[in-house]
């Protein structure tokens, strides 16, 4: 339980409707939404809530993600560069000093 009584996590129900919407959102940028593609994907993250609690995005869910967070930043005066935003996966990295390092080296 949080400070506040409620507990720390989401019921199941809720992380569904999330993820439909978010899921949504993606198929409609990519124009495939009521596809086969968009419907097998709705029912494998259902499948995957119901069973485990969560989903694991697919890398490009995640970089759609990741463009659409930094787009809707109000406060981010650097937000109008949203599509522009490079995603480089680094699933092996493990340390900090790891997922940090090819940062600095493209800064230079």
């Known amino acids: ?9 989401r019921a199941k129900e ?3 409707n999330h993820a439909k919407d978010f899921l949504n959102q993606y198929f409609t940028s990519i124009r495939r939404l009521n596809t086969p593609a968009h419907m097998s994907r709705l029912e494998q ?4 809530i119901e069973t485990t ?3 694991e995005l697919s890398e490009t869910e995640l970089i759609y993600g990741a ?5 809707n ?3 981010c ?4 560069q949203w599509s522009k935003l490079q995603i480089v996966p680094q ?13 600095i080296q493209s800064n230079r």
Do not use: T
């Open 1 to 9: 339980m949080g400070q506040n009584g409620k507990s720390l996590f």
């Open 73 to 75: 930043s109000v406060r």
């Open 14 to 16: 809720e992380i569904l």
């Open 91 to 103: 699933p092996d990295r493990q340390s900090r000093r790891e997922v940090l390092q090819p940062i």
């Open 67 to 71: 463009k659409l967070a930094w787009r």
């Open 53 to 55: 609690g969560g989903y």
């Open 45 to 48: 993250v259902e499948k995957e």
């Open 77 to 80: 005066i650097g937000r109008i």
